[in-house]
């Protein structure tokens, strides 16, 4: 399994349950912890059967913020994240989240409650098709009928949410079947899925890579997800060959470690786009080619063959020629090619050498004029500061594509971003969800103004359960990523991305209870950081930074990877 395999605790003996006690039963046997949600009144029954469990319940303020913490919950823990919401507007609301998860290959499951099966299809009060409604959504969907099939429906959901590529399964619960009484068994018969490494497609990737002489590793999120990390840093210290990553991977290779030339794509390091428009070798290790990363395809690596490693079949040839396929669970397979290539040592020292040197000319400069906040430069000293525990849940914009070029990463659960879906919004809950899955980790929220206004009621769930996490609000009183490409592609015509009347956030947190304060020169930076890490409890640094600072480089939209725009 790609998630860590829940350990299955002793099942109780069998008595006489209603189905929302069986509910909570079966999820205490699967190892849960934690559970975020918010009820309702199709979700009441499971509601009540929580009194008296183990499960810790996180009373969000939105149900959207429940889905988005479960997700982050789970990529830090390595567990399946698990969110609840009721019928109608509670289940729809945690769509967003629901589409994240699928987007980024987050395993979770989202327990919704339903209608009674006998006024379903009458457009009951609070009444959704939300097993339809997600479908395109979800790795699998189930509506329990009958309360004795719960246990079984539990088990099968987590299973296919950790299994393979893992991705959000939907529980759907109508309010009879909780209320029903039932003797159910426990157990569920889970199939063995994890196929032994391809021999032949693991010999066909060494001959390639030994006939390299410009061999590049494109690291994806799967390495992360397939649990392969410590293989995937074995295999690139035993080959040598220069490494690049996509957005969710940062972290998988340290981010200032000897080879490792940044992340590629729109908003890539020069020398990991150089690497990858240069290279006769692509080995593609759990990605899929996203458009970001790509910029345009069919000038993509023009000059490379494809050795792509990848749990999801499905992916494998999607959208580049493959040359070499291995499938399957990616671990095993990377430990085999390994093994193999431990041998001998590769001839391509000119390769690893043009690619130091690249990435030594285009390193990033922190030098920028003037007495204002540089954020770059912000984010790079707040990793540093926080050391290998530090955890950055990015939202989206900007800030995100800044602390993905500048901070430090130590290992790729230090870095969770909305990746795939790109939702505003995601940072502020995320960060609660990976605080409460690592209570010991140095968890801050990297937020701009627009997205941390999407969901700025999480604060009290922060105070609420006294969730020490630091919040670092950049704000440009604008959506800046829009204004940046209104800018640069649509003739400066700032059309509604102006936030210049946003709250005073300080007040704003102060009055949910959290620490704040403000930054808006470069000189009380430190300072400003060494108070936020050194907070006891929840605390907001309120960073004022230009509206007109843009993100470089850029890869335009429609180009090639080597058409890069530089600012000054």
């Not at 590793?217 to 392969?228: C, L």
Request: one cysteine or more; proline letters at 6%.
């Amino acid at each position: 399994m790609s998630a860590a395999a829940p350990a299955l605790k002793t099942p109780p003996a069998p008595a006489v349950m209603t189905g929302a006690r069986l509910l909570v039963s079966s999820l205490e046997r699967m190892g849960v912890e934690v559970v975020f949600g918010y009820p309702g009144g199709a979700i009441m029954p499971i509601y009540d059967a929580l009194t008296g469990s183990s499960l810790k319940h996180i009373l969000v303020r939105h149900e959207q913020a429940a889905a988005f913490a479960a997700d982050a919950y789970a990529r830090l823990s390595g567990r399946v994240g698990v969110c609840m919401a009721t019928s109608g507007p509670g289940a729809t609301n945690l769509i967003t989240g629901i589409a994240n998860a699928m987007m980024d290959s987050a395993p979770m499951v989202c327990i919704t409650g339903n209608v009674p099966q006998g006024v379903m299809g009458t457009d009951a009060f609070q009444e959704i098709d939300i097993l339809g409604v997600t479908l395109p959504i979800v790795k699998h969907s189930i509506l329990v009928r009958d309360a004795a099939e719960i246990p079984a429906a539990i088990e099968q959901a987590f299973h296919i949410a950790a299994s393979g590529r893992p991705g959000p399964v939907l529980v759907d619960l109508p309010k009879d079947v909780q209320f029903a009484e039932t003797v159910a068994p426990f157990g569920f018969n889970i199939p063995n899925e994890t196929p032994a490494a391809d021999a032949d497609a693991i010999a066909e990737a060494e001959r390639f890579i030994r006939t390299s002489e410009r061999p590049l590793i494109y690291i994806g999120g799967g390495v992360k997800i397939g649990r392969a990390t410590e293989a995937l840093r074995a295999f690139a210290e035993t080959t040598g060959i220069p490494v690049v990553a996509t957005l969710n991977a940062l972290g998988t290779v340290p981010t200032d470690a000897p080879g490792f030339l940044g992340m590629l794509g729109m908003h890539g390091a020069r020398a990991a786009n150089e690497a990858v428009q240069a290279s006769d070798l692509l080995i593609v290790m759990g990605a899929r080619f996203d458009d970001r990363a790509t910029g345009k395809l069919a000038e993509f690596a023009p000059h490379a063959r494809v050795i792509h490693f990848d749990v999801d079949a499905s992916e494998i040839g999607k959208l580049r020629e493959t040359h070499v396929a291995v499938g399957g669970e990616i671990r095993p397979a990377i430990e085999a090619l390994t093994a193999r290539m431990s041998a001998a040592p590769l001839a391509i020292d000119p390769w690893v050498i043009r690619c130091a040197s690249a990435a030594e000319r285009h390193a990033a400069r922190y030098d920028a004029p003037g007495e204002g906040v540089y954020a770059p430069a912000l984010l790079k000293q707040l990793s540093e500061m926080a050391g290998d525990r530090f955890v950055a849940a990015c939202d989206v914009g900007q800030h995100q594509m800044w602390a993905a070029q500048h901070c430090r990463f130590a290992r790729p659960e230090a870095h969770i971003t909305s990746g795939g879906l790109g939702a505003m919004g995601f940072g502020l809950p995320a960060g609660l969800g990976a605080q409460m899955a690592d209570p010991d980790a140095v968890v801050v929220t990297i937020a701009g103004d627009g997205g941390f206004m999407m969901n700025v009621q999480e604060l009290a769930t922060l105070r609420r359960y006294g969730v020490p996490l630091k919040i670092v609000l950049l704000d440009n009183s604008s959506l800046g990523l829009v204004r940046q490409w209104q800018e640069l592609f649509f003739s400066e015509n700032y059309s509604e991305i102006d936030l210049s009347d946003n709250p005073d956030f300080v007040k704003v947190a102060e009055a949910f209870g959290v620490e704040a304060f403000r930054i808006d020169r470069r000189d009380q930076v430190e300072a400003g950081l060494a108070r936020l890490l050194a907070a006891e409890g929840a605390c907001l640094a309120h960073v004022v930074i230009d509206p007109k600072e843009n993100v470089w480089p850029l890869v335009p939209p429609g180009k090639s990877n080597a058409e890069m725009m530089e600012g000054a």
